[in-house]
């Protein structure tokens, strides 16, 4: 299901001349469990990216929010705390390392609306999702804490790159909101809810599908899908796709290279029109 | 001649000798060239230590004075005043700051008292090469500017117009009044603000020694204390103040209708309009956006009707200057706009409204006669009072804007007794310091009214059950309880903050005011000198220098008019001598210090070729002196020879 995600932002970086190189020996950015648990070893590890990042001279570029929140908390502490700063670097020194606070940290989502713009995704455009009602959802990372990629609380960013390939946004009133994450392991009970209330939402909207911009939002929305139909007796369905396979779907690529087809919630009703010219 | 200097170290109690031996740095000032007393003292500043050194002179035959002290803000008058008295010219008098520039920022008792020494030193070696100068004397007018005819304007113009000065007090909006002219009642009392404020209106009208500008506002402003001349633009009314009789015809035969700005919107205005029934002046303006003559030259329906001949479109904005000794600003405050708080929903959700919108609401000569009713005309069942919205926040401003928490209580109290609506108030905070403020809360208590504690995080109309169809839900942890609640309600009300106005940048460079971080006006000094400036003679007052409540605001602008009446019945006042001088000799007449100078005070003398500075106009700023590529130009006090001496010391 993510490699999906994978192979998707890579054809579509490809086709848009995004110039991705992916990180030697790179590793887990700290999020997941770990940050809550041990800090300052979670930014530590953020931190390791960082540095391996900085030897290439280029923006680290991610597609999970999840990293791209700690990696940028990494970054923002790293330059304002002295403190902070000096544990990091003694620590990275004993692998040989060393970072000077030179990286950027961007979502792949805001590198191509900021970017590479409108007329360049335009022009890349082989079939218009004319009519494709999408529930754009950005989950709660991408905008939260700092707010320097799009409005914390409202965003546009997605509702916009949607619209470049043709669909249409519905109103998504908690495009914002938390999906359950983690706690979909620890108190399954409170996160069906809250998943409960994006899929309602949705529904209500008039959405066909959720473009989602972060694993773990799409796998909670596509996963426990059926757990929440159960336990609240709706009858929702609702595929969720990343949406770089809804801009490689618009693109032209096969429904094979986008890893259509391999959700759980399957997407072929509300695709059908425009898989056929796809594949 | 040898000069014989005295040096004096104070202890401030244990503010300077809890961190520097005081002794020891007495001991080594003694050690200096020139010095022949030296002492410490507990509290200089205290009559027997000014005595002290009033005997030291007398009876040693001092010709120079060193006190280590305190910031010269703080005594320097207070020094200079003693020296004075025993004889001797109070500019051979230096200050030394031990306490905020060394005993409070140091934790090292040795360092400390090092660095003291180090202080004392320079300010030693400078003080040998202080010359006697003389305090300038100039007439004062009398004449006062206020400018804001909010309350704290009004009060003020009312208190100085009241003890026979004249007071040209100026107003941007076609009328004075304020934001208080837009409250329905006022806390805690729920006396009507219109029944208290409208008399005093009248009265700033019809006053003899007021004259009301309004529709105009200060554009330049120079000069110095006791000699201001203020530019004040006065825009075209298109009726004549002198013939209009406020008869209201035109209003009524207006054929058009617009958004009312005095009503939030929610209300409709004529084209040619006075805010409220009550404006002062009487006279309406003609909104030249929207009249149909302006804009399709057609019309001209007022001009048929006035009575009096008073509608003239030919009018033109013009400018008038006049001249007065000090100033009082009273511009007021904006506030906070509610659409920033994106999750709050404002100007999303019709039934999510403001503060001051529901002011309008509930007023009995509002857009709605009074009735509380929501955007469909229907009488609410529940409404919600949010608190703090844009302020205690670090998203937007961090301070509290310290009025909103008693006009919450104000509302929820209208709303229980004009509706039967269940009302809920989220606070964070319940803040109800001031006079019968408290006692208004507990009251409120006993009407019914759901506190809730906790920042309200979102206000949605996303439904999660049949209970809240169709409803505006409230978002809020509760964290006395620590849950978190969903209140679906039919309004909203948002509890929004004061802000500094948004043109306050502008104002404070025409009066060369300071500003604090958050935007508002900064008094000279926030305990002691609260409605002073770093400007001599320009004042401050009300809401322009911080949140304030109507007593506070009127308090403000009683104090401001009593500093300014001290100032005029003084008859003349002092300038400082420490301005700059131009060696005529060495200038070279290149004219880099006349664009530098911030005060307007230095011109060109074309017969001469030389720059000619203004005394009473300069503040010794110094940056004349230090732009001079010929190094012509000398402040007094500040003489090359001084700083270098105490540099000098201070490298040795």
């Not at chain 1, 001279?57 to 970054?75: G, W």
């Not at chain 2, 208080?180 to 700033?204: E, G, H, N, W, Y």
């Not at chain 2, 948004?502 to 009066?511: E, G, K, T, Y």
């Not at chain 2, 008859?571 to 290149?590: Q, R």
Request: aromatic share 8%; net charge neutral; with cysteine.
């Amino acid at each position: 299901m993510n490699k999906a995600y994978d192979r998707s932002a890579r054809l579509v970086s490809r086709l848009l001349n995004i110039d991705l190189a992916e990180l030697d020996d790179w590793n887990c950015c700290g999020a997941s469990a770990y940050i809550s648990i041990h800090e300052l070893k979670a930014h530590l590890l953020s931190a390791r990216n960082l540095s391996i990042a900085e030897k290439k001279k280029k923006d680290l570029v991610v597609v999970c929010p999840a990293c791209f929140t700690t990696l940028s908390k990494t970054n923002h502490y790293l330059a304002e705390d002295r403190k902070f700063r000096r544990t990091i670097s003694t620590a990275l020194k004993s692998a040989n390392l060393e970072y000077w606070g030179g990286v950027k940290v961007r979502h792949l989502l805001d590198v191509i609306v900021k970017d590479i713009g409108e007329n360049e995704v335009k022009s890349r455009v082989k079939r218009k999702l004319s009519g494709l009602r999408v529930a754009p959802y950005y989950g709660c990372q991408l905008t939260r804490p700092f707010g320097e990629v799009d409005d914390t609380q409202f965003p546009m960013m997605l509702d916009t790159l949607l619209s470049w390939i043709g669909a249409q946004p519905v109103s998504f009133p908690l495009k914002a909101k938390c999906c359950g994450g983690l706690l979909m392991m620890t108190s399954e009970e409170v996160a069906l809810g809250l998943n409960k209330n994006l899929l309602d939402c949705a529904a209500q909207n008039g959405a066909e599908c959720i473009a989602t911009i972060c694993p773990l939002c799409h796998m909670n929305i596509e996963t426990y899908q059926g757990d929440v139909n159960k336990r609240f007796g709706t009858n929702f369905h609702i595929p969720a796709l990343y949406f770089t396979q809804l801009m490689g779907l618009a693109f032209g690529f096969s429904r094979k290279e986008l890893g259509i087809d391999e959700e759980m919630v399957s997407s072929r009703v509300a695709l059908e029109k425009y898989l056929e010219a796809a594949s | 001649m040898v000069e014989k200097i005295g040096v004096y170290i104070c202890h401030c109690g244990t503010n300077i000798a809890r961190t520097v031996d005081c002794k020891a740095v007495a001991g080594y000032a003694l050690g200096l060239p020139n010095v022949v007393v030296a002492r410490d003292y507990l509290y200089t500043c205290s009559d027997p230590g000014q005595e002290m050194i009033k005997n030291d002179i007398r009876e040693s035959g001092l010709t120079r004075v060193v006190v280590a002290s305190c910031s010269p803000l703080m005594h320097e008058t207070t020094f200079r005043r003693a020296v004075a008295d025993a004889g001797l010219n109070p500019f051979l008098f230096q200050m030394a700051n031990i306490r905020e520039q060394c005993s409070w920022i140091s934790e090292n008792r040795e360092l400390a008292t090092t660095r003291a020494k180090a202080i004392v030193g320079a300010a030693v070696m400078r003080v040998e090469f202080n010359e006697p100068l003389e305090v300038q004397k100039v007439p004062m007018n009398p004449n006062v500017l206020i400018v804001g005819g909010g309350i704290a304007g009004i009060e003020a113009a009312l208190q100085i117009a009241d003890s026979g000065k004249r007071v040209y007090l100026v107003e941007k909006e076609p009328t004075i009044g304020g934001y208080m002219a837009r409250f329905d009642k006022t806390f805690p009392t729920l006396d009507c603000a219109a029944c208290i404020l409208t008399p005093k209106m009248v009265s700033v009208g019809q006053h003899p020694n007021i004259e009301l500008l309004s529709y105009s506002d200060v554009t330049d402003f120079s000069g110095y204390v006791g000699n201001f001349t203020a530019r004040i633009r006065r825009r075209p009314r298109y009726v004549d103040e002198e013939k209009c009789t406020g008869c209201g015809q035109c209003e009524q035969k207006c054929p058009l209708s617009v958004l009312s700005e005095f009503d939030c919107g929610l209300g409709k205005r004529k084209a040619i309009y006075r805010p409220f029934p009550q404006a002062v002046p009487s006279t309406p303006v003609i909104d030249r956006e929207h009249c149909l003559f302006f804009t399709k030259g057609v019309c001209r329906v007022c001009e048929k009707f006035c009575p009096r001949g008073a509608i003239n479109f030919e009018q033109k904005e013009r400018f008038i200057d006049v001249q007065v000794g000090s100033a009082i600003i009273a511009t007021g405050f904006d506030l906070f706009d509610a659409s920033r708080v994106k999750e709050y929903g404002y100007g999303k959700f019709p039934n999510v409204i403001t503060s001051l919108e529901f002011e309008r609401l509930t007023h009995a000569s509002g857009p709605t006669v009074g009735k509380i009713v929501l955007k469909n005309g229907r009488t609410p069942e529940s409404v919600a009072v949010v608190h703090c919205v844009g302020s205690r926040d670090n998203n937007y401003n961090e301070y509290c804007s310290r009025v909103c928490c008693m006009y919450s209580l104000k509302i929820a109290h209208l709303v229980r007794e004009k509706t039967d609506a269940k009302v809920y108030e989220f606070y964070i905070d319940m803040r109800a310091a001031g006079k019968g403020y408290e006692e208004f809360y507990k009251r409120l208590l006993r009407e019914d009214v759901t506190f809730s504690r906790g920042r309200v995080a979102e206000i949605t109309d996303v439904a999660q059950n049949s209970s809240e169809n169709g409803k505006l839900i409230v978002v809020a942890e509760d964290t006395l309880l620590s849950i978190v609640k969903r209140i679906p309600v039919d309004m909203v009300i948002l509890s929004v903050g004061l802000e500094a106005r948004r043109d306050a940048l502008q104002v404070a460079h025409i009066f060369r005011i300071s500003r604090s971080k958050d935007g508002f006006f900064l008094e000279k000094h926030p305990k002691l000198a609260p409605v002073s400036t770093a400007g001599d003679g320009i004042f401050i007052a009300g809401s322009c220098q911080g949140p304030k409540d109507i007593p506070d605001s009127v308090a403000q602008g009683a104090a401001a008019a009593a500093n300014v009446l001290s100032l005029i019945d003084r008859k003349e006042v002092e300038l400082e001598p420490t301005i700059a001088l131009i060696d005529e000799d060495s200038c070279s007449g290149c004219k880099i210090c006349i664009g530098l100078c911030p005060y307007n005070a230095i011109s060109f003398d074309e017969p001469s070729g030389h720059a000619v500075i203004t005394g009473a106009l300069c503040k010794g700023c110094g940056v004349c002196v230090a732009a001079c590529p010929s190094g012509a130009i000398e402040q007094q006090n500040f003489t090359n020879r001084q700083l270098t001496a105490e540099v000098e010391a201070i490298c040795a």
